[in-house]
Every structure is written in structure tokens, then in C-alpha cells.
T-cell receptor
Framework: NAGVMQNPRHLVRRRGQEARLRCSPMKGHSHVYWYRQLPEEGLKFMVYLQKENIIDESGMPKERFSAEFPKEGPSILRIQQVVRGDSAAYFC????????????FGQGTRLTVV | TQLLEQSPQFLSIQEGENLTVYCNSSSVFSSLQWYRQEPGEGPVLLVTVVTGGEVKKLKRLTFQFGDARKDSSLHITAAQPGDTGLYLCAGEPQGGSEKLVFGKGTKLTVNP
């Protein structure tokens, strides 16, 4: 059973470009969480999705950031018009139910904005 | 607002020493999890504690959940260089929306 797959592992974007980060949850998992991690910091919650629904996006910036988890295919975190401050590691986690079951993390996408 | 405070932030010890890492909050958590993260990798779940006062052991690691479910500790006995990493605690706030909130982590270095 493959784990949580994130791609790309590394992404370099120029300021003003768009970044698309993909997350394929573990088989049978219908809950996806996105977190952002700055160097030497813990993980900060961004958004929690179930299939086709955003459950909690309280940690996501109101502008330029969006997330989706379609019925078919991976979850996508989209950052429009990236700025240098968006440079970070973005981690996706999945669980079969809510967070009261164990969540498993992918290896992350490291976004660098130049 | 940082719901989970971890201490110490950095810890450097010699192989064979014991250590304790703390995770504290003024909030009550339905459950609390400990993760270990290595550079360039995602966090890996070590343990989940659910019941106040619960103690779980994983080889040389002992995890405790406070009676009031507001704090937790991780104790490592006879640390080894392979224990080096970033230790993160995470909890699901009681009555929350099922999202995990994370502490900033304790960066542990075990020197041979």
C-alpha cells in the first residue's frame, strides 16, 4: 500500500508565477490536510478537505491560495502570483476518517520562490 | 496563538544520556500525537495518546499524556545517534474541527 504521495518534491517558481502542489492520499483515505512548514518551525495548518468538500480553511491566506480535492484525482494546493514569502515546505497528510484516527504525512513539496 | 508549547526548542546530548521533551498547553485535547521528522522528510507518527494519564512505551521511548489532557511528555532512555531529529507534538483540540495543531518542535541532536 503506497503511502501519501506528493509531487513535485521540489518546485522553483519566479515571483508572480503559479505553483501547483499535488497530493495523492493513501488508498482508502478520504480526508486530506495541508500544512506549511518554515525552517526550524513546526507545521502550521492550512486547510482540511474531504472528497469534493472544504471542511476547514481557517489556516489558509484569503488571497492567492486555494485548495481542492476532486472526486477523482489528487488534492491540489494552488498558489497564484507567488511571492518570496511563500517559500516553504508544504506537507500533505491523509487519514481514513477525521483527525481522531492517525494521519500519515507525505514527504512534502519544497517550494522556492526566486 | 500557539496552542502547543514545546520545550526545549533545541537539545544536544551525548550518546547514552536520558532526556525528556515537554509539550504544554492551556487547552484540552481529545488526543495528542508525537511525530519525528528527519531533514527533507515528512513527519512520521510515533504514538497517539488519548486517555488522560495514559503512558505508552515504544522501546526506549516513553510517552505520557497529562491527567487533564493538556500536556504530554516524551522521555528517551539511553539516547542513540539514530534518535537525532525534530520531535513534534500535535493535538486535536477538544470540540475542534478535526484538524491537528502542531507545536514548533524540539530539535534533538545525539552526539556519538
Amino acid at each position: 500500500n503506497a503511502g501519501v504521495m506528493q509531487n513535485p518534491r521540489h518546485l522553483v517558481r519566479r515571483r508572480g508565477q503559479e505553483a501547483r502542489l499535488r497530493c495523492s492520499p493513501m488508498k482508502g483515505h478520504s480526508h486530506v490536510y495541508w500544512y506549511r512548514q518554515l525552517p526550524e518551525e513546526g507545521l502550521k495548518f492550512m486547510v482540511y478537505l474531504q472528497k469534493e468538500n472544504i471542511i476547514d480553511e481557517s489556516g489558509m491566506p484569503k488571497e492567492r491560495f486555494s485548495a481542492e480535492f476532486p472526486k477523482e484525482g489528487p488534492s491540489i494546493l494552488r498558489i497564484q502570483q507567488v511571492v518570496r514569502g511563500d517559500s516553504a515546505a508544504y506537507f500533505c497528510a491523509s487519514s481514513p476518517q477525521g483527525a481522531d484516527t492517525e494521519a500519515f504525512f507525505g514527504q512534502g513539496t519544497r517550494l522556492t520562490v526566486v | 496563538t500557539q496552542l502547543l508549547e514545546q520545550s526545549p526548542q533545541f537539545l544536544s546530548i551525548q550518546e547514552g544520556e536520558n532526556l525528556t521533551v515537554y509539550c504544554n498547553s492551556s487547552s484540552v485535547f481529545s488526543s495528542l500525537q508525537w511525530y519525528r521528522q528527519e531533514p527533507g522528510e515528512g513527519p512520521v507518527l510515533l504514538v497517539t495518546v488519548v486517555t488522560g494519564g495514559e503512558v505508552k512505551k515504544l522501546k526506549r521511548l516513553t510517552f505520557q499524556f497529562g491527567d487533564a489532557r493538556k500536556d504530554s511528555s516524551l522521555h528517551i532512555t539511553a539516547a542513540q545517534p539514530g534518535d537525532t531529529g525534530l520531535y513534534l507534538c500535535a493535538g486535536e483540540p477538544q470540540g475542534g474541527s478535526e484538524k491537528l495543531v502542531f507545536g514548533k518542535g524540539t530539535k534533538l541532536t545525539v552526539n556519538p
